[in-house]
């Protein structure tokens, strides 16, 4: 017995069943593309969050070298450094020290402020590195007292000077001992007391 499709009776049943499928796809898409455009949002909040992170971990970085550099800035600056020469600084130390040693002579002469060049010194635009070249002629009892004089130097003055040349000659060759009461060796030595000019840029 051959059956009879009633499509009239199914239209309804096939039109909703359709609308549905239609209306599902809809939703399968619409629901596709909800998630990339949450899921772009979301990654571009957190390519922002971790920027606005290592621009907040930068500050903090930057704002410690500060705080160190600022402090080391006011030490160099105090130690005569950085800022004008201290040229009465240097005189007054080595009258002290020489009043300490009891050194039979000291005495010292200063030259006028000149540029400090060194072979591979690279310096930045805004910095200007000086040197005050001082001469220092001084009768030694021994040869350990020109060693006490450049250690007595360093202990009371912090700022940064170099040893150019010193020289070390007998005074008599002719006598084998030492006098303990009057020079035995006579020293010249250059030296330069640095200073660093800090440009504004």
């Known amino acids: ?39 772009d949002g979301y990654n571009k909040a957190k390519a922002s969050l971790q920027k606005s992170h290592r621009q907040y971990k930068k500050l903090v970085e930057d704002l410690d070298l500060l705080e160190l550099y600022r402090d080391s800035f006011k ?8 800022g004008p020469e201290r040229r009465l600084t240097w005189i007054e130390t080595l009258e002290s020290l020489n009043d300490e040693l009891k050194l039979p002579k000291l005495t010292y002469s200063l030259s006028p402020q000149e540029e400090f060049k ?26 350990e007292d020109i060693f006490s004089v450049f250690n007595g130097i360093g202990e ?24 303990t009461r009057s020079a035995n060796l006579i020293s010249s030595c250059l030296i330069r007391w640095i200073t660093v000019d800090v440009q504004d840029k």
């Open 156 to 179: 009371r003055i912090q700022n940064l000077y170099t040893v150019d040349e010193c020289t070390i000659t007998r005074r008599s060759k002719s006598s084998a001992l030492l006098n």
């Open 1 to 39: 017995m051959k059956n009879n499709i009633d499509f009239n009776f199914l239209k309804n049943t096939l039109i909703f069943l359709g609308v549905a499928i239609v209306l599902s796809l809809v939703f399968i898409f619409s629901g596709f593309y909800f998630e990339d455009t949450k899921l």
């Open 118 to 143: 060194r072979p591979l010194l690279s310096i930045e635009k805004n910095i200007e590195v000086y040197s005050t070249p001082m001469k220092l002629d001084i009768d030694l009892l021994h040869e």
């Open 75 to 82: 030490n160099y600056k105090s130690s005569g450094l950085i």
